[in-house]
T-cell receptor
Framework: DAKTTQPTSMDCAEGRAANLPCNHSTISGNEYVYWYRQIHSQGPQYIIHGLKNNETNEMASLIITEDRKSSTLILPHATLRDTAVYYCIVRVDQGAQKLVFGQGTRLTINP | GAVVSQHPSRVICKSGTSVKIECRSLDFQATTMFWYRQFPKKSLMLMATSNEGSKATYEQGVEKDKFLINHASLTLSTLTVTSAHPEDSSFYIC?????????????FGPGTRLTVT
């Protein structure tokens, strides 16, 4: 699976949009971009995933560049409960593919 | 979304004893489950892939005789930490893949915090 690079930490003010970048310059054509987050002392929570088109759901939006070498997760109106470690993972969607977690971005939402 | 439970949520045991952690998929069947461990302020590290009805596949460096995995049904996988030592103290997390449809999504349990004294 392709490797991802994320900033170690970020801060964002409550109510503002939080934009979390991820670089995956070695991504293959059949690899999807997945985002998970982990709130302290809990299991990871799925947020969103995409292949090449931008995606939106009730939690977030995912913007993937045209060359697919990077992506941005957008939390449109961050709340204090969005404070967590956010993981960007790329993997092929077939079979029982395992998820390999990098170090992620520790996002802190400030009041 | 789909629900995965873990039991116990916390366990404290003495060095040399064995501890069993259960991972259950509550509203779906899972032919494949995954076990992770996580040290404080570190990322999740995959330990093994658990396959229903067959032997687990362990990641490099994970001792299969120390971390026994059993996946006897489509909704239950267990991880037994044998002869636990203080360095085995960690947060253990499982995930399960819904095998009934076309989704390859994985759903995570809430984790089990193991403390070995």
């Amino acid at each position: 699976d392709a490797k991802t690079t994320q900033p170690t930490s970020m801060d964002c003010a409550e109510g503002r949009a939080a934009n979390l970048p991820c670089n995956h310059s070695t991504i293959s054509g059949n690899e999807y971009v997945y985002w998970y987050r982990q709130i302290h002392s809990q299991g990871p929570q799925y947020i969103i995933h995409g292949l090449k088109n931008n995606e939106t759901n009730e939690m977030a939006s995912l913007i993937i560049t045209e060359d697919r070498k990077s992506s941005t997760l957008i939390l449109p109106h961050a709340t204090l409960r969005d404070t967590a470690v956010y993981y960007c993972i790329v993997r092929v969607d077939q079979g029982a593919q395992k998820l390999v977690f990098g170090q992620g971005t520790r996002l802190t939402i400030n009041p | 979304g789909a629900v995965v439970s873990q039991h116990p949520s916390r366990v404290i045991c003495k060095s040399g004893t064995s501890v069993k952690i259960e991972c259950r998929s509550l509203d779906f069947q899972a032919t494949t489950m995954f076990w992770y461990r996580q040290f404080p302020k570190k990322s999740l590290m995959l330990m093994a892939t658990s396959n229903e009805g067959s032997k687990a596949t362990y990641e490099q460096g994970v001792e299969k005789d120390k971390f026994l995995i059993n996946h006897a049904s489509l909704t239950l996988s267990t991880l037994t930490v044998t002869s636990a030592h203080p360095e085995d103290s960690s947060f253990y997390i499982c995930s399960a893949r819904d095998s009934s449809g076309f989704s390859y999504e994985q759903y995570f349990g809430p984790g089990t915090r193991l403390t070995v004294t």
